[in-house]
């Protein structure tokens, strides 16, 4: 899926924005020179070249030629078709783009510093998980300390966001009979305060991640507005919360949405995005069910609908 789409220049890389007409800069967000196209970020890039000779497969990718992703990759595929574990070769291939995407995403949204040593190292540790699971010996696997699992800490109620910042919780109501859909979320202080809420009803919408899609991004927009530049993002949808994050492959029916997202995070001082228990997002969850049953669109301020604040108040007597 994800080779594909690269063959088809359909990532987000800055090149192909440009063609959409997105208002980015050109420059390669690794070593900052050449525009940001697939061969340049994945085969020309110095950080690249770098990553690829430090994996496994000490591949000089000077030697991969072709003007567009496409022949890049038949370029590689003919450079080991005469060897035997080419299946396996392959699939480090596979697995190294990824990490480069992966890296590449963490520097343009997470202001991370890229090492290609941590990428090399990060490759290594898939495709020993990898081939552990696909091995009867599992002696690789079990060489691996994995990192806990922290995308869903184990709590119950709604938390206060970090001083100084916002929590925005959201939610998307959706029914796949009438494949109609509502969206909801709820701005809190530090103190736990109302500060914004709102939603509206989707008159048509595919799937349950899109009305989830679209709670996020109203919010964000809803935030910039109101100049909450530090926000504490929740969702109850783990599948979104890892799209966002680069953690997993974005769903196509929100790829235009996971953009706008994406976009809008740039403006902020500070954003997390954060996969939370339904129980922690009971306040959004009401908001979009209302709004899918009334219909329209609103944003309320500090004071509120009053059955919302008897909603929210039992979200700060445990916080
Ligand atoms: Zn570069």
């Known amino acids: 899926m994800f080779i594909w789409r690269c063959c088809r220049n359909v990532l987000a890389v800055r090149e192909n924005l440009r063609r959409r007409r997105v208002d980015v800069e050109a420059d390669c967000p690794l070593c900052g020179d050449n525009g940001e196209t697939e061969v340049h970020l994945f085969f020309r890039c110095e950080i690249a070249r770098l990553f690829w000779f430090a994996t496994p497969l000490q591949l000089d990718v000077l030697g991969v030629d072709g003007e567009d992703f496409l022949s890049c990759w038949e370029c590689l595929l003919q450079k080991f078709a005469q060897v035997d574990q080419i299946d396996e070769i392959l699939q480090i291939v596979a697995f190294g783009l990824w990490r480069i995407w992966k890296g590449r995403n963490a520097v343009v949204f997470e202001r991370q510093t890229l090492d290609p040593i941590d990428l090399v190292r990060c490759l290594r540790m898939q495709t020993n998980e990898y081939r552990g699971a696909h091995s009867a010996t599992m002696v690789l696997r079990s060489e691996l300390v994995r990192p806990p699992d922290v995308t869903c800490p184990p709590r119950r109620t709604w938390q206060k966001p970090l001083p100084g910042s916002v929590k925005a919780n959201c939610d998307g109501a959706w029914v796949a009979q009438t494949k109609r859909g509502g969206v909801g979320w709820v701005i809190r202080s530090e103190w736990g305060e109302l500060l914004r809420a709102g939603g509206r009803r989707i008159a048509w919408c595919g799937t349950a991640l899109v009305a989830e899609a679209e709670a996020i991004r109203d919010m964000l927009g809803i935030c910039l507005h109101n100049g909450f530049l530090s926000v504490e993002v929740e969702s109850d949808s783990q599948e979104i ?24 995070v740039r403006r902020f001082q500070w954003v997390e995005f954060r996969h939370i228990p339904r129980l922690c997002n009971n306040a959004a969850h009401e908001v979009a069910a209302y709004f899918f049953r009334a219909g329209g669109s609103e944003v309320w301020d500090q004071s509120g609908p009053a059955w919302l604040h008897s909603v929210l108040a039992l979200d700060v007597i445990d916080a």
Do not use: K, N, Y
């Open 241 to 264: 919360i890892r799209m966002i994050r680069g953690d997993s492959l974005s769903a196509t029916e929100i790829e235009g949405i996971l953009f706008d997202i994406q976009v809008l």
